[in-house]
């Protein structure tokens, strides 16, 4: 029997494995192979480090996914293989591996947020319900190692995700006012989960305290998003632009509080505790009034 026969077997026979079985056997065959690489320079394959790297981003192009995700988790052991050390990529996971394979860190990079386009795709056009715990929990890690690149050419990329909230939206909001007019378009998107993490985006942007980052111009179309999301016909829009509301001072956003906390018209019945009704929009706003 061939060796190319015997490679399909042993990959049969890895897809009948449960997949947090697979990941581990992936992640620590990743850590083994590096580990040699210290005292060799190459695996027990014969391959350095840059034919490592290389033969896994090739296979972040393949159309089967379980390869894609084979690769993913690969690239993940090669990274918590190598040594740590200060790098461009802080919130990634990648930086020993960038230390070690710098020639590549930029193919790394375009990899993974061309990786996450792919990804994302599948996702949008996959039917509601249909994808599996396991694929979603990928697609997760994924936008988490991108976002934390801090790399601008991912910002379009991640805004298709910022309905996810956390590291997508801390990925955006990260570049601020260069980020800012692709974030305000998605405000008109028709989808409220768009709208709300787009919200949630303008909000985490308040909080950057460079005026490189973010100048009192995009400070004030910030705010007169937020503003604007008052009049929003879904309350898990309304609820969210509080949050940025809150930390903007001034009589006028005092106002828009206070409009709120008196006329929001969603209400629960019946509300926590046996209320006969609840309005938690309403309730937002007071409590940011109350701080006020």
Known sequence: ?????????????????????????????????LLLLPAHGIDARGQGISELVSEILSQ???GDLQQREAAFESLKGLSAAA?????????????????????????????LIRLLVTEN??????????????YVNYWGDLIVMVAGLRDRRAITTLIDDLPNGGAAIAGVAVFGRESLPAVLQHLRDAAMGVRVGSLLTLSAMLDLK????????????????????????????????????????????SEVLRRIAAKD????????????????????????LAKR
Not at 83 to 103: D, H, K, Q, T, V
Not at 121 to 134: H, T, Y
């Open 1 to 33: 029997m061939g060796g190319d026969e015997l490679d399909t077997i042993r990959c049969r026979q890895m897809r009948r494995l449960p997949l947090a079985w697979r990941r581990t056997l992936w992640t620590w065959g990743a850590f083994l192979g």
């Open 60 to 62: 972040f192009q393949s």
């Open 83 to 111: 040594p740590r050390g200060s790098a461009s990529a802080s919130s990634s996971g990648l930086e020993g591996l960038f230390r070690r394979a710098p020639n590549q860190e930029d193919s790394i990079r375009l990899a």
């Open 121 to 134: 795709a599948k996702v949008k056009s996959a039917p509601i319900g249909s994808l599996s715990e396991d």
């Open 210 to 253: 460079s005026e490189s980052l973010l100048d009192p111009e995009s400070r004030a179309k910030i705010k007169a998003a937020l503003l604007n999301g008052s009049a929003d016909r879904e309350y898990g829009v309304r609820i969210s632009e509080i949050q940025g509301l809150a930390k903007i001072p001034g009589e006028d956003v």
């Open 265 to 288: 018209p969603f209400v629960r019945r019946p509300g926590p505790g046996g209320q006969p009704e609840y309005f938690p929009v309403r309730e937002a706003a007071k409590a940011v």
